[in-house]
């Protein structure tokens, strides 16, 4: 590396953990989060108005006269709202914070005359307003979904919240109503309407005043999502998606994920050089890269620097998933980040690969079989394939996925058949002494990415359930046995998490804990395909290259996991296949439509 690397070492560590950051967002956010939850609490159960901690609620923010249950629940609601952003060093997290306890503190003045109440609410706001200048952080991403999101989520907690409501003055209820009437009650209250519960006294206004706060809340919180600008989310432009190609072009044999930084759903920084780049993705407030920086080695610190001067920015939990060992020696040099195996890529070496030997015998007798069965293959590149064709294999794929969503982030491009990727390699199989059906004679697909000039890194598998079993063991073959004359001399196929103690803790003389290790991931596997995947891998004798997360601290990795698992589609908060929007056409590349057209010709 450059004779600047040490110096910019130095610097990106401070940008990271220097000046440490202090405890007063931090603090902020529990106080804000401590406060909310009594005024929740003050609002909704009556005993514990009558309780030692009511004395202290009942001078927090909301709680306030005769409107003290309403005002309570609303701010309650609203400061467990800004409690995250405050924790996170939000800008307009800080800003609603500081309208808001003032307004707290006017109220208890105007209401109550509560000299305590107001100094409480003043003693809030002193550390928000004197350390004004760590809660800097740029807003996330974001597009008018999230008034949808909200909408729902808000909406199924004030119906849970205003059953609560109804059903904690049973002393006070006229006769007893049924879940039915409960959440009848619940439902009209929330829009401001008597429902069909009853109570004595002045329980009855009580309960309709906070139902229809908490209506209000879900109302106001919903419009401003709605109406507020719009954040484009991540994606790659045209501009970004032809430097990419470019850099691929020269530097794109060293890493077999360098071609799934092409993902449209990606956002990209580039070194001030722009020699070379990291794209990531911001799922729930983690910023996460995949694979190692695009292009030139020497000019990865400086599109790292980049990389974390934007998570700082908008305070995003900085990670890295699936990098290679070279990878994560050079992010946790440039940034002070830490290391973690998280399991290996298996790699075929072409030249090597033979049906032959023991060790293939069952490899090679399933193959045989299904080619017995009536099974041919083929394996093309994409441009060499027709329109039609390539509409009836999109197609395929998309009603063979199984699942609503499309899985993959790190090892996945998420499309088919662009005319930018005609470097792709597709294998297909086929049957023709069957009844045709919606798709022809096509029974399984297999995708390739390039990776570099001489290999190619599986990307999907897809398969007719009703076709025989084996059909990708078969594919894989024909595009192994295919590999030569492509000019392909190494195969990626897929990522094996915590191979190296599945492998280990299956030996003679694993330890108690290696093979209680394994015993677990063993049993994950029953959701997460992990053994599976491993022990299909390992049936064509690859070599292994291990695999990195890399990540700030090990309190973060609970929730690098949780958004990697979003990313990769496996925990998904997307509507049903069947509600969501058709997706837009595929955006070729200018190059790639000028090729089209010189193909046309």
């Not at 004030?158 to 619940?186: E, K, Q």
């Amino acid at each position: 590396m450059s004779g600047e690397v040490p110096d910019r070492t130095g610097r990106l560590r401070s940008v990271l953990r220097g000046p440490r950051p202090e405890a007063v967002p931090v603090l902020v956010a529990r106080a804000c989060t401590l406060v909310g939850v009594l005024d929740i609490a003050a609002g909704v159960f009556p005993r514990f108005r009558h309780s030692r901690m009511h004395t202290l609620a009942e001078v927090l923010p909301g709680s306030l006269g005769p409107f003290a249950a309403a005002l309570s629940l609303s701010a309650g609601v609203l400061l467990l709202l800004l409690a995250h952003g405050l924790r996170r060093h939000k800008r307009r997290a800080w800003r609603a914070a500081v309208v808001l306890l003032p307004a707290g503190a006017l109220a208890q003045f105007m209401y109550r005359h509560s000299l305590v109440g107001v100094l409480i609410s003043l003693a809030l706001l002193a550390p928000l307003l004197r350390h004004r200048s760590q809660f800097t952080a740029l807003p996330d991403p974001r597009s008018r979904w999230r008034a949808l999101a909200n909408f729902v989520l808000m909406g199924a907690g004030s119906l849970v919240l205003g059953l609560v409501i109804v059903s904690v003055h049973p002393d006070r209820m006229v006769g007893d109503p049924s879940l039915a009437d409960r959440i009848s009650h619940v439902m009209y209250g929330l829009f401001g309407f008597e429902g069909p519960v009853d109570y004595t006294g002045t329980t009855s206004w009580t309960v309709a005043f906070s139902l229809g706060a908490l209506g209000l809340l879900t109302a106001v919180t919903t419009i401003y999502l709605a109406f507020r600008p719009e954040h484009p989310a991540a994606r790659l432009t045209e501009d970004d998606e032809t430097r990419l190609r470019a850099l691929l072009e020269k530097h794109g044999g060293r890493d077999s994920l360098g071609h799934f930084a092409l993902r449209r759903d990606k956002a990209v920084v580039f070194s001030p050089s722009g020699k070379a780049a990291v794209t990531y993705r911001v799922v729930s407030g983690v910023m996460l890269a995949s694979g190692d920086p695009i292009g030139d080695v020497e000019a990865w610190p400086g599109a790292i620097e980049r990389f974390m001067d934007e998570a700082r920015a908008h305070s995003w939990t900085p990670a890295v998933m699936g990098c290679s060992e070279t990878g994560g020696e050079v992010w946790t040099r440039e940034t002070g980040l830490d290391a973690l195996e998280l399991g290996d890529e298996a790699v075929v070496d072409v030249a090597d690969f033979s049906l032959a030997g023991r060790a293939m015998r069952n490899v090679r007798q399933m193959v045989k079989r299904i080619e017995r069965a009536g099974y041919e293959t083929r394996v093309r590149r994409i441009r060499d394939l027709g329109e039609n064709e390539l509409d009836r294999i999109r197609a395929a794929a998309e009603d063979w996925r199984g699942t609503d969503t499309e899985r993959g982030f790190s090892m996945a491009l998420g499309r088919i058949g662009d005319p930018a990727d005609g470097d792709c390699l597709i294998a297909t199989a086929h049957k023709a002494d069957e009844e045709p059906g919606p798709y022809g004679d096509l029974k399984a697909v297999l995708h390739f990415v390039p990776w570099g000039t001489d290999g190619v890194s599986l990307d999907l598998m897809r398969r007719d359930r009703s076709a025989d079993p084996g059909m990708n063991e078969l594919l894989i073959v024909a595009a192994l046995q295919a590999a030569p004359r492509l000019g392909i001399t190494r195969v990626s196929l897929n990522f094996a998490m915590f191979r190296a103690a599945l492998a280990r803790g299956e030996k003679i003389g694993a330890g108690p804990v290696l093979r209680a290790w394994r015993g677990l991931l063993v049993f994950l596997s029953r959701w997460f395909q992990i053994e599976s995947l491993y022990k299909f891998n390992a049936k064509f004798r690859p070599y292994w290259e291990p695999r990195f997360v890399v990540y700030r601290s090990s309190r973060d990795l609970p929730r690098i996991g949780l958004a990697a698992m979003q990313a990769e589609g496996f925990v998904s908060l997307a509507l049903p296949r069947v509600l969501r929007r058709r997706p837009k056409p595929l955006r070729p590349c200018a190059h790639a439509v000028t090729e089209r057209g010189a193909r046309a010709a």
